[in-house]
């Protein structure tokens, strides 16, 4: 029997491998075609032509025209292009409404944005970490600028009602942005099924490498750059292109939109028997999250009598995460989960884990089993 040397990788949230269709479209763009997309002869075209062809595969997997795709090194600066573009954009409108679980790519642009005289209003989230889209509604005002709500929680899995919102806020004259890293490459996604104005994407939450990421901006939408330089991305993102990482991100768009419902099937199965799996074993676990209206792959259960960091460190034979952060030795409870109101000494005991393409059912077995064992040392 052969002994498996890296631990089960749960933590597909964070970051996924890279998918082998991905790794051979990229190494020619590495190795041979070097050229810059903005030179004319054939070296830059053959480039420009390869960006182009990612740029349409990103807009196929998510409904929009090319034109429309925005290439960006990372779903932080998709974030703050979005919000800091159109609140430059709209001088005369002083509100942005976000919540109190999105991203720090999403409340930090939005903080710096109240230390210059913007009005952030904040949206609460109920108990099983969604946001109330009359709380929503009721929050939007005649200059309001920009509704940015994420997608899909990257804690909990949560899905946010995105479509009903954007259709209230639009019928307001009020802008909608979407952070769905988490979402897009692990459900199907549309912007026209959602009706936002902007989306963000991120390509190593779904087999593309790490450092490229797009920012879908509906036609039309008033949007500044905030980084200056020379004409690329239609002016609002200058700078050379990363050919070979934009590559990479097209063909994993390629592959997730023939692929996609199969394999959220196939992980939401896994993801089930996990669940079960644990809850059997470990008495009073208890989820975090919405039990059905969350990403198919991910599960953030809350341990009882334990640290979320103490379970991990004592299961060396899995991967995962926890919500909370640790500042000078202390632990802290995960924010997303306190605004859900669960109690901070609770919300310590959480794990998230979050499954993937390379999740098998043997890794299902195996993670419920140490996860188990090492619950029951460290409470007895």
Excluded at 165 to 171: K, L, V, Y
Excluded at 311 to 324: C, K, N, Q, R, Y
Aim: aromatic share 4%.
């Amino acid at each position: 029997m052969s002994v498996r040397e890296d631990p089960i990788y749960l933590d597909h949230n964070a970051t996924t491998p890279l998918l082998p269709e991905v790794v051979d479209a990229m190494v020619p763009y590495l190795r041979e075609h070097f050229g810059n997309p903005s030179s004319s002869h054939v070296y830059g075209r053959r480039a420009r032509e390869a960006v182009g062809q990612a740029r349409a595969q990103v807009a196929a997997l998510i409904g929009a025209a090319a034109e429309e795709i925005l290439f960006v090194a990372n779903g932080t600066e998709a974030n703050n292009l979005a919000i800091r573009g159109v609140t430059a954009a709209l001088p005369e409108k002083w509100y942005v409404v976000t919540s109190v679980i999105d991203h720090p790519a999403t409340t930090e642009p939005c903080r710096e944005l109240e230390q210059h005289g913007w009005r952030v209003r904040w949206l609460p989230v109920d108990e099983t970490g969604r946001v109330r889209v009359a709380d929503a509604v009721n929050l939007l005002r005649n200059y309001t600028a920009l509704l940015t709500l994420m997608h899909a929680n990257n804690e909990t899995g949560v899905m946010q009602p995105i479509a009903e919102i954007a259709r209230e806020a639009r019928a307001r004259g009020v802008l909608v942005h979407t952070d769905a890293a988490q979402s897009v490459g692990k459900l199907r996604v549309s912007v026209e099924g959602l009706g936002v104005d902007l989306l963000t994407v991120v390509g190593h939450k779904f087999g593309a490498p790490k450092g490229v990421g797009a920012l879908y901006v509906r036609k039309g939408t008033p949007l500044q750059p905030f980084l200056r330089g020379a004409g690329h991305e239609h002016g609002l993102r200058p700078g050379t292109e990363n050919v070979a990482s934009i590559v990479g991100l097209g063909v994993a768009c390629e592959v997730t939109r023939r692929t996609v419902e199969g394999e959220a099937k196939r992980v939401r199965a896994l993801r089930d028997e996990l669940w079960e799996r644990l809850r059997t074993r470990v008495p009073g676990l208890a989820l975090n999250g919405h039990p059905e209206e969350r990403l198919p792959n991910t599960l953030n259960v809350r341990f009882p009598g334990v640290s979320g960091s103490a379970l991990l460190a004592a299961t060396p034979e899995v991967a995962a995460s926890t919500g909370s952060a640790c500042h000078a030795g202390e632990e802290s409870a995960s924010s997303v989960l306190t605004a859900m109101g669960v109690e901070p000494r609770e919300a310590l005991g959480s794990v998230r884990l979050s499954l993937g393409r390379t999740t098998t059912h043997a890794d299902v077995v195996a993670a419920s089993e140490a996860l188990a064992n090492a619950w029951t040392r460290l409470v007895d």
